[in-house]
């Protein structure tokens, strides 16, 4: 098997896997218990929550641990909407946000009647700060803008839009999914006041995430239960992923350079050769300003999930966008918003890669894929009109 879908999930590493053993089987205490074990598992939560902070160039006061990027967005969006709201009722965020931050931005547009900015985007996926600025209003309480897009790869401004949250006292939400682990993050650089990570991004295990909350930010809870996590988000700490996510982050920090490299070289190359052997196809996302995983393509002609069938009949794993709109008969809201018709956003595919792959499934990829179209096209009747 090919593996080319590193953006959608990661394989946990198995140094993470080695870490968490103990916490699953001998370890397995609540930390929120007062016996020794118990206190010794709360230890090993307190020393993960350092590990990470410093990940990010936080306190460890201001991580919350939660169940991944789609929870850790909720709580920033909603917890700051209703505790913000007799301030204000409006919220400025992207067109091509994750459905985490989107579909939040509409239920609290239809059950509280916030009023959402969808904010455009240009060609290449990135975000102006100065309709960021244009936007705001006397209303405006949350800006959520995320550092890296998952479908294209490009990365936004962030500091620069963090400034100016910052000069109007608008509290500010960053999505940094897709770039934790992969290119380092301050925190305080970037100026963002909430920021979300989750650890299967980054070759840690599934169902652990963080949220960044920096210290004296306005949010309330959106479930409620025990005291755990400050209150903020209660509920028995998953002590084994917790441990794993920190054993990630450090992998991540002292593989991220070399990953990038590395990764790079083999991202350029698929689609060099890509353009090469497929006519009337296109790259999407900014040139430069991308992740070096990540590359996005229409091919023309064709639909995207019939070439992903027939990759997958020949044991390589890609996706059309998202895997949490994968099963959406609708083309990727994150192309139409850079002006792609419908009919070229279909046929999609996004490839996005690994510390595993090698140059050889770059070969194998470059050497079925042009093939696989050339037999689609034959089918196609836009196609036999050219």
């Avoid at 990661?10 to 930390?31: D, Y």
């Avoid at 939660?66 to 505790?83: F, H, P, Q, R």
């Avoid at 401004?157 to 963090?162: F, K, L, R, T």
């Avoid at 299967?200 to 210290?215: D, E, N, S, T, V």
């Amino acid at each position: 098997m090919i593996y080319l879908d590193h953006n959608a999930t990661t394989p946990c590493a198995p140094e993470v896997v080695e870490e968490m053993k103990r916490w699953h089987t001998e370890m397995f205490f609540n930390p929120s218990s007062i016996y020794s074990p118990s206190q010794e598992a709360r230890k090993a939560v307190e020393d993960a929550r350092g590990k990470i902070a410093r990940f990010l160039d936080a306190l460890p006061a201001e991580i919350i641990f939660t169940s991944g990027g789609t929870e850790s967005n909720n709580i920033a969006l909603t917890g700051t909407a209703l505790a913000m709201r007799n301030k204000g009722n409006h919220i400025i965020t992207s067109l091509i946000e994750h459905h985490a931050v989107l579909n939040t931005c509409k239920f609290l547009e239809k059950q509280f009647g916030f009023q959402t900015t969808y904010l455009p985007v240009d060609r290449y996926g990135i975000v102006d700060p100065g309709d960021v600025r244009k936007a705001i209003t006397e209303k405006t309480i949350l800006i959520s803008i995320m550092a890296a897009n998952n479908e294209i790869g490009t990365i936004e401004p962030i500091e620069e839009i963090g400034k100016i949250a910052r000069e109007y006292n608008i509290t500010f939400h960053c999505d940094g999914v897709q770039i934790a682990g992969k290119l380092p993050v301050s925190v305080k650089k970037l100026n963002v006041d909430f920021f979300s990570i989750s650890a299967h991004k980054f070759y840690g295990p599934k169902g652990i995430g963080a949220l960044y909350a920096r210290k004296g930010v306005r949010f309330r809870p959106i479930t409620y239960g025990g005291h755990q996590e400050k209150g903020l988000r209660p509920g028995t700490e998953n002590v084994p992923a917790i441990i794993g996510m920190a054993k990630a982050c450090e992998i991540a920090k002292n593989s991220m350079f070399e990953d990038a490299s590395r990764e790079k070289i083999l991202r350029d190359e698929l689609e060099k050769r890509l353009v090469e052997k497929i006519p009337e196809i296109q790259v999407n996302g900014h040139p430069e300003k991308r992740l070096y995983n990540t590359s996005n393509i229409c091919v023309k002609y064709v639909e995207g999930e019939s070439m992903l069938l027939h990759l997958d009949f020949e044991g390589i794993c890609a996706s059309s966008g998202s895997a949490c709109t994968s099963g959406s008969l609708e083309p990727s809201h994150v192309l139409l918003a850079l002006g792609i018709t419908p009919e070229i956003a279909h046929g999609s595919l996004r490839f996005s890669l690994g510390r595993e792959n090698t140059m050889a499934d770059i070969e194998k990829v470059s050497e079925l894929l042009p093939k696989i179209v050339e037999n689609l096209r034959k089918m196609s009747p836009f196609w036999n009109k050219k």
